[in-house]
């Protein structure tokens, strides 16, 4: 038979301070849905509204006592300390920033989450021999300056900190100034090295995610077991013609960007078929120029977000993209670069099956499954076991006004997630 670890602990960890919490960070950066009851919010990296949001929680910690520190990329930390000097720490977090048309759970819970599960370790009196460090990793959406994850990754090493710098956002801010604004903000936070401090490599990664898809739900189940994440790839298109009069100009001798675009997107469509369903291919950003109806367009940028769990058509599919394109072109010439490349993760043991004691010894309904959404758990990989909790919302909806997940869904994730936070620090 299975015992629950500290049922105390379980039983700390309190329903309406995280709703309450979740609720709070959702009033900063709020924005209305489609629907009357949809509220959703709007919160980019590095944004006035992304440090208010850290301002609260910061606040919060600082109530309860728990350490916190900042790296050079904004990573925010709030430690816990552990009853043995020199104990290699456990994370445990996620985001804070959202998509500009973002929901009120995807990210923020994970923070929350650890906060919680902390704060109810502190006040059930249950001490771990490791620290545990609750992280809010700076830009995971990449919806303000892509790519995503860029917190995690050169935390993690995958990534020089200075990679991004001249990337720059649609108000034509580079990534560099965008971040020094924020480290001045923020320069009375203790700042803490990037990376690995003094040697300690994380002893475990944990994080805690609304699904955003709709498996558990359907299921009826509680907890989603997390065993790895597909691999994606983005990349960035662009097709070059020549500006025309689009009255005068015969077709026969225009070079119509838009036309080539249109040819190359129909030809990846093609590429990408997937009579399994396993496979996702999205173009869903565009730029015309000169974006005029009565001028033939001379450039067109499209973006490509392409996703599979398996490595092997990950990299064979990923890497015929260009060659589609090139042989689908009529008048134009068309640049290919790759903006992010996300091999798939396999999740470790130790995680893995620490939540579903963690979910089994609870009580709850659960199911071990890959996600489809990428997250920063995937750039901890290399570096420490690691392993993800999903709670159900509604309908699968994320990334929407309309994403939904209850207090007692998020609660009981949350429970989950601070047995195995008690386990994995006592290990
Ligand atoms: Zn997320």
Redesign the pocket.
């Known amino acids: 038979m299975v015992q629950a670890v500290a049922p105390n602990l379980v039983a700390a960890v309190s329903e309406a301070r995280q709703w309450d919490r979740l609720m709070e960070m959702a009033a900063i950066g709020a924005i209305p849905g489609d629907s009357p009851e949809d509220r959703g919010v709007n919160r980019p990296c590095l944004s006035p509204e992304d440090r208010q949001a850290r301002r609260l929680i910061i606040g919060w910690a600082e109530q309860i006592g728990l350490a916190v520190s900042v790296d050079q990329l904004g990573n925010l930390f709030f430690r816990h300390e552990g009853t043995e000097a020199g104990a290699a720490p456990v994370v445990s977090g996620?985001?804070m920033d959202s998509q500009p048309k973002g929901g009120r759970f995807?990210?923020i819970y994970g923070v929350i989450a650890a906060f919680e599960a902390v704060q109810a370790l502190r006040e059930a009196g249950v001490a771990t021999r490791r620290p545990i460090e609750v992280v809010a990793w700076t830009n995971?959406?990449g919806g303000r300056f892509a790519p995503g994850c860029m917190g995690s990754m050169a935390y993690a090493g995958y990534a020089p900190p200075n990679t991004w710098d001249g990337i720059r956002d649609n108000a034509g801010i580079s990534w560099a100034d965008a971040l020094a604004e924020h480290q001045a903000a923020e320069a009375d936070i203790t700042r803490r090295p990037l990376g690995v401090v003094e040697g300690q490599t994380p002893h475990a990664y944990v994080e805690a995610?609304i699904e955003q898809g709709p498996v558990l739900e359907q299921k009826g189940l509680d907890v989603g077991v997390v065993t790895g994440i597909q691999g994606s790839r983005w990349f960035s298109v662009e097709i070059r013609g020549r500006s025309d009069h689009a009255g005068t100009t015969p077709l026969s001798v225009r070079r119509d960007a838009m036309q080539d675009a249109i040819r190359a997107i129909t030809a990846l469509n093609t590429l990408m078929r997937d009579p399994t369903d396993v496979l996702r291919f999205t173009v869903a950003r565009m730029e015309v120029f000169p974006n005029a109806s009565n001028s033939v367009a001379d450039l067109v940028r499209f973006s490509i977000d392409f996703r599979h769990p398996d490595n092997a058509v990950l990299q064979a599919r990923g890497n015929a993209i260009e060659g589609v394109i090139q042989a689908a072109l009529t008048t134009c010439t068309a640049t290919l670069s790759e903006r992010f490349h996300a091999t798939p993760a396999q999740f470790a043991p130790l995680v893995t099956d620490a939540v579903q004691r963690a979910a089994e010894a609870q009580g709850l309904g659960w199911l071990r499954m890959p996600s489809g959404?990428f997250?920063d758990a995937q750039f901890m990989v290399p570096l420490c076991p690691t392993g993800m909790i999903f709670v159900p919302c509604r309908n699968g909806v994320s990334h929407n006004p309309a994403e939904y997940s209850t207090a007692p869904q998020l609660a009981a994730g949350t429970r989950v997630l601070a047995q195995v936070l008690a386990e994995l620090a006592n290990g």
């Open positions: 996620s985001h995807d990210g995971e959406e995610h959404a997250h």
